[in-house]
C-alpha cells in the first residue's frame, strides 16, 4: 500500500513528463518485457491484470510512439515522442485472449517469442512449472523436496523462488527436466497455463505481432556448449516459425535472459538481427543500418499498479538505480 502511495504521488507530480523528457533529449528506447496479461494468476510469477494492462497501454499510446524491431532500420531521426517497443515472452494463451483485443483496438505493434518444441509438446517452460508447485500444489515430490531442501510449510515468495531457479539452472537440461517434469502431477490439471497454437499464433503474425523465437525449448543457453543443441535452440526454432508463419523471426530472447559467449556468437551467426538479453536498461537509440545486428536490453513489467509500470516504461526505475550508484 505505502508503495502504491508512493507512485500515485509520484505520478501526479509530473515525473513521467520528466522521464518522456529525458527519453527524447537522450535518444532513448524502452523495450518492455511482459509475459502473462490474466486475471488468474500464481503467487511467485504474478500476471499482470488486464485492465492494468490497458490502462497502462492507453497511456503510453497518448505520449509515446509505438515501434516494432523492424521499424529500428526505417527510423532516421528521433522523434519529439518517446519510442516504446511492446515485447513478450513464451507464448500463453492469455495473450491472444486478453492482450490482442486491446492491442488490436488501440492499433498497437508488439513482438512476441515463443518456443516453438514447447508449443508442439504442449507443455510450459520449466520455471512455471516450479512456481506453480510452490505455490498451489496438491500434494508433495518427497524426493525433490529433500533434494532442493524444501520444508512441508516454508512459505515461498518472489526472492525465495528467483533463488531457487538460479540453484536449478546449475543443473543440465536433462538432469533439471527429470526432476521438474513429475512436479506437473502434483499441480491441479486447472491451474497449469496453456500456450498459444500455431493458428492462434498466425492470427498474431496477422495481426501485426512480429514473432521472435525464444528457443526451441526455452534452454538456459548460460549452459549449453554443444554444437548440435545450441543448432536446435536457436537454428531449428528459427526454421520451425518460419514453417507455420511464412517469415523468418528477426528476433531472438534468450531463456532466462541469459547466454553464454558461444551461444551468444551462434545467435548473431544464425540470421537474426536482434538478440533480446540484457535487462532493465533502455535502448540508446541511432540510425540503424537495414543489416545491422544489436543486442536489445529490456525492461521487465510486471506489476499490477498501472502507474508504477508506467513510470518504470520511461526508465524511471532503471535511473534510480543508476543514480543511487553514483551517489
Not at 527519453?23 to 511482459?34: G, Q, R, T
Not at 510452490?134 to 512459505?155: Q, R, T, Y
Amino acid at each position: 500500500m505505502i508503495r502504491k502511495l508512493l507512485f500515485f504521488i509520484l505520478y501526479n507530480a509530473g515525473f513521467p513528463a520528466i522521464m518522456r523528457r529525458k527519453m527524447v533529449n537522450d535518444k532513448e528506447i524502452a523495450v518492455l518485457l511482459f509475459h502473462r496479461i490474466s486475471d488468474s494468476s500464481d503467487l511467485l510469477w504474478p500476471a499482470m491484470p488486464i485492465k492494468s494492462f490497458e490502462k497502462l497501454l492507453l497511456k503510453i499510446k497518448a505520449k509515446s510512439e509505438i515501434i516494432s524491431f523492424s521499424d529500428l532500420t526505417t527510423v532516421k531521426s528521433y522523434p519529439s515522442k518517446p519510442l516504446i517497443i511492446l515485447s513478450f515472452d513464451d507464448g500463453y494463451v492469455d495473450f491472444y485472449e486478453h492482450a490482442m483485443p486491446i492491442l488490436t483496438s488501440l492499433n498497437m505493434k508488439a513482438n512476441h517469442n515463443i518456443c516453438p518444441g514447447l508449443i508442439d509438446l504442449k507443455t510450459i517452460p520449466w520455471t512455471q512449472i516450479l512456481s506453480l508447485y510452490l505455490s498451489c500444489k496438491i500434494s508433495d515430490n518427497e524426493p525433490f523436496n529433500k533434494l532442493m531442501s524444501i520444508e512441508e510449510h516454508d512459505a515461498y515468495n518472489e526472492k525465495k523462488f528467483i533463488a531457487l531457479c538460479m540453484v536449478l539452472l546449475k543443473y543440465d537440461d536433462k538432469e533439471r527436466d527429470e526432476l521438474i517434469s513429475p512436479l506437473l502431477h502434483h499441480i491441479p490439471k486447472e491451474k497449469i497455463y496453456q500456450l498459444m497454437n500455431w493458428d492462434q499464433i498466425r492470427f498474431c503474425f496477422a495481426n501485426q505481432i512480429e514473432i521472435g523465437s525464444h528457443g526451441y525449448l526455452h534452454r538456459n543457453l548460460l549452459q549449453v556448449w554443444d554444437t548440435k543443441e545450441l543448432e536446435n535452440e536457436i537454428n531449428d526454432s528459427s526454421i520451425k516459425i518460419e514453417s507455420e508463419i511464412g517469415e523468418k523471426p528477426k528476433v531472438f530472447a534468450f531463456a532466462n535472459a541469459m547466454g553464454n559467449e558461444e551461444s551468444k556468437t551462434f545467435v548473431l551467426q544464425s540470421g537474426y538481427q536482434f538478440t533480446l538479453i540484457l535487462m532493465d536498461k533502455l535502448l540508446k537509440w541511432h540510425p540503424l543500418l537495414p543489416d545491422e545486428k544489436i543486442q536489445v536490453p529490456r525492461i521487465n513489467i510486471s506489476r499490477s499498479d498501472w502507474r508504477e509500470e508506467y513510470l518504470r516504461s520511461l526508465g524511471f526505475h532503471a535511473y534510480l538505480k543508476q543514480f543511487l550508484k553514483i551517489i
